[in-house]
């Protein structure tokens, strides 16, 4: 196991640069994941740690080696993709110990590290069985399988459940998780899916544009977003981002005005009257009332535990998530009251959380 440093990395392509100088530090053994939108870098980036791409400039240390001009197999990396890269005409325990085959390993130890693998991955009954005769998360795990075997300082995902379907998604996620924890094996997981990083991670790296929002744990992310754009990346349904004014500021207290509605929250330093903000809450963090957002119902969406209502406010949608089956219509006009105690507020022109 290692830690792994990303230090002012770049990487153009050709005049174009897409990664701007990002410092990452990962510790060792820590499970740390790269979530952000599609073309934000993070795959770029993975793929620059295994060394499958080219670095610019910056430098990137596993321990305490500049890996930069390391082949990808002189890195002691593991790689597992998207699309598990099995060669068919091989079994399970063939894929598995392919490496170590061409590593020149004995064969006895190959065997013997192949049956570890095959055991911790509950894949013994299928070592005989050819790729085709398995289930796409038989196949990650194949994938996952060929990784371990190696014993490398530091195993990289690149969006590993894409191409699964949404219970296997959720089930390869646990497994994936209990891996780690069971192997205490360094690892940088690249996904789009902010649930997969919640719901994964020891550490969050939110990218976008080719350069860090923030980096932090789950919670403290979602907790305390550093910005509108982790704001709104972050949660399942997004946080509702609704723009106003400040009015008045008197007496600890900042009167906020949005749209045809008034509010009042305890002030924050660098806040001035007239300033424009944004206001988040959590869908979570929304009630009914008999005041508050004047809303008009759009949609009702029924999950079973919970039902997801979108609102029309004004020019804009607001979504809340009640555990209670209220009976709402579309076309119901409602009042929305806010959990005070919730509220985010956000530079109107930097778009910067107000603490």
Do not use: W
């Given at each position: ?23 990452v ?10 979530v ?5 870098g ?30 990808p ?9 998207q699309?598990?890269a099995?060669?068919p ?11 170590l ?9 190959i ?5 570890e ?6 894949l ?23 990784a371990?075997v190696?014993?490398?300082?530091v ?19 646990t ?51 550093k ?12 946080m ?19 749209g ?12 001035t ?7 988040g809450?959590r869908?979570?963090h ?15 969406e029924p ?20 555990r ?15 959990d ?7 530079d109107g ?7």
């Amino acid at each position: 196991m290692a830690e792994v440093s990303v230090k002012n990395l770049r990487k153009n392509y050709g005049a174009m640069e897409v990664i701007h100088g990002i410092d990452v530090d990962i510790a060792d053994g820590e499970f740390v994941v790269l979530v952000g939108p599609s073309g934000c870098g993070k795959s770029t980036l993975l793929r620059m740690i295994a060394g499958l791409e080219e670095v610019t400039s910056g430098d990137i240390l596993i321990g305490d080696r500049r890996v930069n001009h390391l082949s990808p197999n002189e890195r002691d990396i593991a790689m597992v993709f998207q699309s598990y890269a099995l060669y068919p005409h091989k079994t399970v325990e063939a894929n598995m110990g392919f490496s170590l085959k061409l590593r020149k390993m004995d064969k006895a130890e190959i065997k013997k590290r192949v049956a570890e693998a095959a055991e911790i991955l509950g894949l013994t009954p299928y070592l005989d069985r050819f790729p085709r005769a398995l289930s796409g998360g038989q196949r990650q795990r194949v994938a996952m399988g060929r990784a371990i075997v190696r014993d490398p300082q530091v195993f990289l995902f690149d969006e590993p459940l894409s191409n699964l379907d949404a219970k296997l998604r959720v089930q390869m996620r646990t497994e994936i998780r209990e891996l780690h924890l069971r192997l205490q094996t360094t690892t940088v997981y690249v996904t789009h899916d902010q649930i997969e990083a919640m719901t994964m991670a020891d550490k969050i790296v939110v990218l976008n544009g080719g350069n860090v929002e923030q980096v932090g744990s789950p919670l403290a992310l979602y907790d305390r977003p550093k910005n509108r754009f982790v704001a709104s990346f972050i949660g399942s349904p997004s946080m509702n981002l609704i723009d106003g004014t400040v009015r008045e500021i008197s007496g600890g207290q900042a009167t906020l005005v949005l749209g045809d509605l008034t509010v009042t929250t305890p002030t924050r330093p660098g806040l001035t009257e007239g300033q424009k903000i944004t206001l988040g809450v959590r869908p979570e963090h929304l009630s009914l009332s008999n005041a508050g957002l004047p809303v008009k119902v759009r949609v009702v969406e029924p999950t079973g535990s919970e039902i997801h209502v979108v609102f029309q406010f004004q020019a804009q949608e607001i979504t809340a998530i009640f555990r209670d089956r209220h009976p709402l219509s579309p076309g119901d006009t409602v009042h929305l009251a806010l959990d005070m105690g919730q509220l985010h507020l956000f530079d109107g022109a930097t778009g910067n959380r107000m603490e």
